[in-house]
């Protein structure tokens, strides 16, 4: 069973990062892929999850309108990248070639810069330990 993952670059649109996990999130229910589709997101090293909630906090009663709100997220956020690791068995080849070419097409993702890494690129190593070490 091999892993594959896929990166996605938001930048700093925080917006369109939760619309994607919104749409992970159901795929997962929806299919039943509970451990054979997992993700995670990269916030950078200065977007902690304390960092986030307290931004989140101090922005709601400053936000009176979307746009407002949408602008203030923006500005103070660092590059969101997510990160999508597909792990199917020898059987489902079928399935997992499926997942490779639909999610990098739908919506959300489409305009990420999506990049698909296989278990046999030099990268592989390195986005392995990036998913484990955001745990």
Same mark, same amino acid.
């Given at each position: 069973?091999?892993?594959?993952?896929?990166l996605?670059?938001?930048?700093?649109?925080?917006?369109?990062?939760?619309?994607?996990?919104?749409?992970?999130?159901?795929?997962?229910?929806?299919f039943?892929?509970? *451990?054979?589709?997992?993700?995670?997101?990269?916030?950078?090293?200065s977007?902690?999850?304390?960092?986030?909630?307290?931004?989140?906090?101090?922005?709601?009663?400053?936000?009176?309108?979307?746009?407002?709100g949408?602008e203030?997220?923006?500005?103070?956020?660092?590059?969101? *990248?997510l990160?999508?690791?597909?792990?199917?068995?020898?059987?489902?080849?079928?399935?997992?070639?499926?997942?490779?070419?639909r999610?990098?097409?739908?919506?959300p993702?489409?305009g990420a810069?999506?990049k698909?890494?296989?278990?046999?690129?030099?990268?592989?190593?390195?986005?392995?330990?990036?998913?484990?070490r955001?745990?």
């Amino acid at each position: 069973m091999a892993h594959i993952y896929m990166l996605f670059d938001f930048g700093a649109d925080e917006e369109t990062a939760q619309k994607a996990r919104h749409k992970l999130e159901g795929w997962k229910q929806a299919f039943r892929l509970d *451990k054979k589709l997992q993700f995670k997101f990269d916030r950078g090293e200065s977007a902690t999850p304390e960092a986030v909630e307290e931004r989140g906090k101090s922005e709601k009663p400053k936000s009176k309108t979307k746009a407002k709100g949408r602008e203030a997220v923006s500005e103070h956020n660092s590059d969101v *990248k997510l990160l999508v690791r597909l792990y199917f068995s020898a059987h489902e080849k079928l399935s997992e070639q499926r997942w490779i070419e639909r999610i990098p097409s739908e919506e959300p993702f489409n305009g990420a810069a999506p990049k698909v890494i296989h278990e046999s690129e030099t990268e592989f190593s390195d986005i392995a330990a990036q998913f484990e070490r955001l745990g």
